[in-house]
């Protein structure tokens, strides 16, 4: 760090003063990150509320009654909160896709609108929606200037649902296989013959897209999509709709969304000069990849180092790139690490394990083989602890309605216990902590995606303005920025602890305790200089027990909760914690 910079605090972690860029040398294990749907946070600009367009909601997408569509939260509005958002906590704030749209899709009666961004028709512009390229530069500037980092949600599988099928007018289209469908035949291994010489490597040979079904775009959006070559049907698979396994999960369209031929090699320098792009014009400081294990492997072994490079000449030596492969197996995570080659993936078996052992009753070695398995990551414990642990998300659905669901008639007391509980075990344990935008507020939903996507300005919704919060009898009707609310002080407190002792950020994790019931969880989060003893209580009664530690971790002292002065003998150490609830105890200067 250059003599003279000056520094202050965000969530407890020295960062930049304004002008400086100290916030790039912080490592991903070092963040903090709040994920956030543009479009729900706030509304800094009604004039851009129907993204420019006039009609009614079937036109606009816009209708803030309705779950599915616009509500009219946009960059601006986003920008003007991060005071909100830094007073979490938060040293990183990833958002949902702003790029353009397609306002609304589905079938007559169905349709809903692209409030969620992963409807893509160009992918080098924001969408109207959510401002300007101006608002998003502000946004990344003053972000920056607080030494804060911005990481954007990116998609490479697909686009908007453009592409028709002429054989399934309902676009109801099945999955039609490589072996029943050949490229070399139109329609079938005993149709005509077409694209000679195709190889699936030389891709001057794949002339026609109709070996499967027979492709169109309807009239009006033959030119829609940005940049140009996303026009062309033979940069799809053009197979009919996924069923998520086996090949289909590779080259079939994301529930009618138009799946991108990841393994030509136009589509594959396509997507670089366009994210490229992006880096070159905010300086961001990372990707959150969406659906990353349907697209082709050799996609992602050139994308991500060209990425990693791309940040690299501009400075940003940190660049996280993390892919959401929506999994709850260790292995198939890891998979991807080893395979495909990303640094980190989001990682859904922690969030799966904590549900369980929180919300529903598990034993807490349910975690702790989840812990287990980080030696198999590439990379090893290194890549583990860059791994982004969350607790619910925009599809999947809030930890709260989790908890609610699986205890029904609980107190709220209870409830806020458990909840807090949970967002301690993601503070706590090795990971990088994603907390999901409203749930800081105690936000519950009512179950996936459009469902767990309330409003954090005054809701119309009525679906999420009956919900149950968690810890609060107030109601998303209202606006929900307070910073006295009981989830958003206690997660504030974590963010802080975790700040101010960097073992807990990026220290050697060991399992010390754990059990085949609801009780016990011990943690070490240990360095040379220091060994954090973190115990958590999933049951619901007190817990005494002794502990192992390390023999040279004699003197203690108390991070959080009531920690014994000294251990009880040479590699032993006394806990007593009360029920769900957690206690951090340090012992520093380590012989």
């Keep these: 760090m250059a003599a003279g910079v000056a520094m202050v605090a965000v ?7 304004p002008g400086s860029a100290a916030y790039l040398q912080r490592k991903p294990a070092d963040e903090v990150i709040y994920f956030v749907l543009p479009d729900r946070f706030a509304n800094g600009d009604a004039v851009n ?7 009614g909601p079937l036109v606009t997408g816009f209708d803030p009654r309705r779950a599915g569509f616009y509500h009219g939260g946009d960059l601006k509005g986003l920008t003007g909160k991060l005071d909100y958002i830094q007073g979490l906590g938060a040293t990183a704030v990833w958002l949902a896709p702003i790029f353009r749209n397609k306002p609304v899709q589905g079938a007559p009666g ?8 992963y409807w893509i028709t160009d992918f080098t512009d924001v969408d109207p ?6 608002d998003f530069k502000a946004l990344v500037d003053a972000a920056h200037a607080r030494g804060m980092k911005v990481y954007m949600d990116i998609i490479t599988n697909h686009t908007a649902d453009v592409i028709q099928y002429r054989e399934c007018p309902a676009n109801d289209c099945g ?9 070399a035949t139109r329609g079938g291994v005993g149709g005509a013959a077409i694209n000679d010489g195709f190889d699936g490597r030389d891709f001057t040979r794949l002339t026609r897209p109709d070996y499967a079904y027979t492709p169109y775009v309807p009239a009006g959006e033959e030119r829609v999509k940005t940049p140009a070559w996303l026009n062309d049907l033979a940069h799809y698979h053009n197979r009919g709709d ?4 086996g090949e289909s999960s590779l080259h079939g369209d994301f529930a009618g969304l138009d799946d991108l031929f990841t393994e030509n090699p136009r589509v594959v320098q396509g997507f670089i000069d366009i994210y490229g792009q992006w880096i070159d014009d905010f300086g961001i400081d990372g990707y959150r990849i969406d659906t990353a294990r349907h697209v082709a492997p050799a996609f992602w072994q050139a994308f991500i180092p060209a990425m990693q490079a791309r940040a690299k000449a501009r400075g940003i030596d940190n660049f996280h790139i993390f892919g959401e492969v929506f999994d709850a197996d260790v292995a198939a995570l890891a998979r991807h690490t080893r395979v495909d080659g990303f640094p980190a993936v989001l990682d859904f078996a922690f969030q799966s394990a904590v549900t369980d052992i929180v919300a529903r009753g598990a034993g807490t ?8 398995g980080d030696l198999i990551y590439k990379g090893g414990e290194a890549t583990a602890l860059q791994l982004p642990t969350f607790l619910g998300n925009h599809d999947m659905g809030r930890f709260g309605h989790f908890v609610l669901k699986a205890n029904p008639g609980i107190s709220d007391a209870e409830l806020l216990d458990r909840v807090t509980l949970g967002h301690a075990l993601m503070m706590f344990s090795r990971g990088l902590p994603t907390i999901y935008y409203g749930d800081e507020q105690g936000f519950t939903g009512d179950g996936d995606y459009a469902d767990s996507r309330e409003d954090m300005f005054a809701s119309q919704v009525a679906s999420y303005n009956d919900n149950r919060l968690v810890g609060t009898s107030a109601t998303t009707a209202t606006d929900s920025y307070r910073t006295d609310a009981p989830l958003y002080r206690a997660i504030a407190e974590m963010a802080a602890i975790r700040a101010a002792h960097p073992v807990l950020r990026s220290g050697h994790q060991l399992v010390r305790a754990q059990s085949d019931r609801p009780g016990l969880l011990a943690l070490s989060r240990r360095a040379d200089e220091a060994d954090y003893l973190v115990v958590f209580n999933t049951g619901a009664t007190p817990i005494t027990a002794q502990v192992e530690v390390e023999t040279t971790s004699r003197a203690w002292r108390s991070v959080r909760g009531p920690c014994a002065a000294a251990s009880s003998a040479p590699g032993s150490y006394r806990v007593e914690v009360g029920p769900l609830d957690y206690m951090i105890c340090v012992s520093e200067g380590l012989q």
Aim: hydrophobic share 35%; net charge positive; glycine share 14%.
């Design 110 to 117: 169905r349709e809903s609108a692209a409030h969620h961004g």
């Design 129 to 134: 929606h959510f401002g300007t390229r101006a």
């Design 11 to 17: 969530g407890g972690v020295a960062c930049a003063a």
């Design 365 to 372: 070695d349910r975690l702790a083989r989840v812990f287990a």
């Design 49 to 55: 509320d129907r993204g420019g367009l006039t009609g």
């Design 242 to 245: 996924s069923t998520f396994a």
């Design 175 to 183: 999955y039609r296989s490589k072996a029943d469908y050949p490229y």
